[in-house]
């Protein structure tokens, strides 16, 4: 699903984020990427994205160089990919319900299954209630589960998903991680970077640790 | 679901969320196709009636003695030298002093003591329908006034002239409306789409990494250009059309208003208006997407 080779990203006053790395995901693999605070884990996934654009080096996403994708051939792809930013970057005047919409809004997607899906995503996150409330008065934490909710609506094939649990307590942390396991099972390639080693223990996924924009790492999962 | 109705809902969105702004723009749009209609209208009508009044238009040639026959056949191969005329008539004294009993009617007995020679004889110049424009007919009554035995020419010089000058003023008001309703049409829709784009950079720079393709994002501030050119211009005109019921019911019976047949835009020139209006909006809201929404 992901191949990159030999990218590099540099920002301007000579801050390397990344250098040289190559990184093969396959197709419906759940990978973990880890690394201490500014060891460039956020940089890579907006690299895959094509929110950032590579200093130097190759990035294919789904057989496309992403780099040179344009106009509707991007939005296609980028339809297929959902993200969850460490920012979240949700709509803070509109409510829960608008933000996920958005996600599948941009296939024209039938307003009927887009509320369904809404409901159930909501149910599956513990935030029924909080339906109509504007994400601007969400806790964190809320906010959290709203951007992960948005980045799996429109059932992409890839998702990125940037610190999902930070925010979180333990039993809300399995609810989150039991979604992305379900979107995982039904066929999803997921690349999730965290801190949070309680979640990246419990399977044999391949776990990669950056370090200063250098792959320190390519490890399996303790368990099984 | 399709496109169009995912661009609606869009649009929906925008004009409610920014629906005071919005609320402006229409009203200067109306406005100013209702003043730049409102001249208009006058204009056409104006030309209207210049066109009827000169169908009207001759010009008499006074001639210091009755010519005759060769005469005649020599003035009238002079005048047609100038240009092609319509017609010529000749009248003699005689048919002058007739003339001029008939319009005298019942009083015409005041005439007995009078000689029939008294009255000069003269020429009717009917022009041609292209000899139009206050130049070209004074530019002929000259020509005709230095052709040899005339003593003067007329034609209701001051009418024309007044009339001439005032159409003249009419096309520079229309003019300069239709420039205020170029400039207020395109610059507000296009400010006020600025206004929403600028209020909104978040939201459009989300749409972008969801996926959405740039005619999504693009379309939404079209058709508001488009809906506000073309609401703007039909309560402008259906202002006018109102405007015009109400004068025309106030002032009929006889005078200016019957000499000038006031009419209203037939459906040609309506449709004209409107197409325009909502031209000049989409290249409002067009300028501004291209400038300000980067994609
Ligand atoms: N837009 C930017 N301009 C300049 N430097 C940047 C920019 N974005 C990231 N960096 C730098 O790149 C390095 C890697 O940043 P990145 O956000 O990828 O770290 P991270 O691993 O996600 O950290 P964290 O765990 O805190 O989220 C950092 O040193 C950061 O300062
Ligand atoms: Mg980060």
């Known amino acids: 699903m992901i191949e990159m080779i030999k990218v590099s990203r540099t920002y301007d006053p000579n801050i390397t984020a990344l250098s040289d790395v190559s990184l093969s995901i396959a197709t419906g693999e759940m990978f973990f990427l880890i690394g201490r605070s500014g060891a460039g884990k956020t940089t890579l996934l907006k690299l895959i994205c094509n929110m950032e654009t590579p200093s130097n080096g190759l990035i294919e996403v789904a057989g496309y160089n992403i780099n040179k994708l344009k106009g509707k051939d991007l939005a296609h792809l980028r339809q297929k990919i959902g993200v969850a930013y460490q920012d979240f970057k949700l709509l803070s005047n509109r409510t829960v319900a608008e ?111 950056l370090r200063d924009g250098n792959i320190h790492s390519l490890t399996r999962g303790s368990l099984k | 679901m399709n496109f169009w109705f995912a661009v609606f809902r869009q649009t929906g969105r925008n004009l409610h969320q920014t629906w005071t702004s919005q609320l402006m723009t229409f009203l200067t749009v109306s406005l100013s196709v209702l003043i730049f209609a409102f001249f208009y209208l006058i204009y056409t009508n104006m030309l209207g009636a210049g066109d009827r009044l000169s169908d009207d238009l001759r010009l008499i040639v006074y001639l210091e003695d009755e010519p005759g026959p060769q005469m005649q056949e020599q003035l009238r191969r002079k005048i047609q030298n100038f240009d092609d005329v319509e017609e010529i008539h000749f009248i003699s004294k005689e048919e002058a002093y007739q003339r001029f009993a008939k319009q005298l009617g019942e009083n015409s007995d005041v005439l007995q003591d009078i000689p029939t020679d008294f009255l000069p004889a003269s020429i009717e110049v009917v022009p041609l329908k292209s000899l139009r424009g206050y130049n070209q007919i004074k530019l002929f009554s000259e020509y005709l006034a230095n052709l040899p035995g005339t003593e003067k020419v007329q034609y209701g010089q001051e009418w024309v002239e007044r009339f001439y000058y005032f159409t003249r003023l009419l096309t520079i008001v229309v003019l300069l409306s239709g420039t205020l309703l170029i400039l207020t049409a395109t610059f507000m829709v296009a400010y006020t789409i600025r206004l929403t784009i600028m209020g909104r950079q978040d939201e459009l720079e989300l749409l972008k990494l969801v996926g959405a393709t740039n005619s999504y994002i693009r379309a939404p501030f079209l058709i508001e250009g488009i809906l506000q050119g073309f609401m703007g211009s039909i309560i402008g005109l259906s202002a006018l059309y109102g405007l015009f019921q109400w004068i025309t019911a106030h002032f009929t019976g006889p005078g200016l208003l019957t000499l000038f047949q006031f009419t209203f835009f037939p459906p040609s020139v309506i449709l004209l208006i409107i197409m325009s209006s909502i031209c000049l909006c989409s290249i409002g809201s067009y300028t501004s997407i291209r400038k300000f929404l980067r994609i």
């Open chain 1, 99 to 209: 933000n996920i919409a958005i996600a599948m809004e941009v296939s024209y997607k039938n307003p009927r299954a887009i509320r369904h899906r809404v409901r159930d995503l909501l149910g599956q996150l513990q935030l029924v209630d909080k339906h109509n409330t504007l994400t601007g008065e969400l806790s964190r934490g809320e906010q959290q589960r709203v951007a992960l909710a948005r980045s799996v609506a429109n059932s992409p094939r890839l998702i990125l998903v940037d610190e999902p649990t930070g925010n979180l307590d333990a039993a809300t942390t399995e609810r989150v991680m039991e979604l992305l396991t379900r979107s995982n099972k039904a066929g999803a390639t997921i690349v999730i970077a965290t801190h949070d080693d309680s979640i990246y223990q419990q399977g044999n996924h391949r776990i990669m640790e």
